[in-house]
């Protein structure tokens, strides 16, 4: 079934008016008219299964017919710390985090990052990155936007974490380790037994972390952590990761 996010304000009552860039998508895009259905979903994690009644030159009107209520994703919640790559890595990494169910990406400027400073980064990026964002959770049928956070420093990332509000965190390392990702999440639970809320992975770009950087990390309390002997791209560890997490802490029901 064709789904399209929709802004909650184009909700009135039994109805749902198309205007602007959605409208151009749904109608000019994907060929809709009066007559078809399919599902719209909003942000407070509902989604309308509607039937269009009206089509005109700039806009539409879709009467709905049903309504369900989307499952929020499960706690602990996964976050993603990257340092910024190049822009198609950082393209396919936001795609299949919204498929795989992250709840922000932090992107960051690193030492060896595609980019070091936070004007070379542009808000068409930026827009593009939001657009991915909507197309995947349209595709993938979740109830609500992962959030891509503004870009910042290194020296920032140590506000991310906060051990006393529930939050853990590592770093994927391909330099020596001894903790792999299974001994990590054992020593989640033994550490806290009450659980935790929030699980951030901290990923380098193309280049890894330097030494200091892996020593500002561990000054800070955070794990680093081994995938096993083959080095591996930067999306293939962000999706690992993120795979390993939800697996063991029972997030994919």
Not at 56 to 65: F, H, M, P, Q, V
Not at 225 to 230: C, K, R, S, W
Request: hydrophobic share 40%; proline share 4%; net charge neutral.
């Amino acid at each position: 079934m064709r789904r399209y996010w929709i802004e909650k304000k184009d909700l009135f009552q039994d109805q749902v008016n198309f205007t602007g860039d959605v409208f151009h998508h749904i109608f000019d895009v994907c060929r809709q008219d009066v007559g078809s259905k399919f599902e719209v979903l909003t942000e407070d994690s509902k989604a309308f299964f509607v039937e269009v009644t009206q089509v005109t030159k700039k806009s539409a009107t879709a009467r709905i017919l049903e309504e369900r209520v989307i499952p929020p994703l499960k706690t602990p919640y996964v976050h993603v710390a990257l340092s910024i790559s190049r822009f198609p890595v950082m393209d396919a990494i936001m795609e299949k985090a919204v498929e795989m169910g992250v709840k922000s990406i932090q992107p960051f400027f690193s030492e060896f990052s595609f980019l070091r400073k936070e004007d070379k980064l542009s808000d068409n990026k930026v827009d593009r990155w939001d657009k991915i964002v909507r197309s995947a959770t349209q595709q993938s049928g979740r109830g609500d936007l992962m959030k891509v956070l503004p870009a910042i420093s290194f020296d920032k990332l140590s506000g991310l974490i906060n051990p006393n509000a529930g939050q853990v965190g590592l770093f994927a390392y391909e330099g020596s380790s001894t903790l792999s990702i299974k001994d990590y999440c054992n020593k989640i639970r033994a550490d806290h037994p009450q659980g935790v809320k929030d699980i951030w992975i901290i990923v380098g770009s193309e280049g890894g972390f330097s030494h200091s950087e892996v020593k500002e990390f561990e000054k800070l309390g955070l794990h680093p952590v081994t995938l096993g002997q083959q080095v591996l791209r930067v999306e293939t560890a962000c999706m690992a990761l993120v795979s390993v997490l939800k697996y063991d802490f029972d997030l994919m029901q």
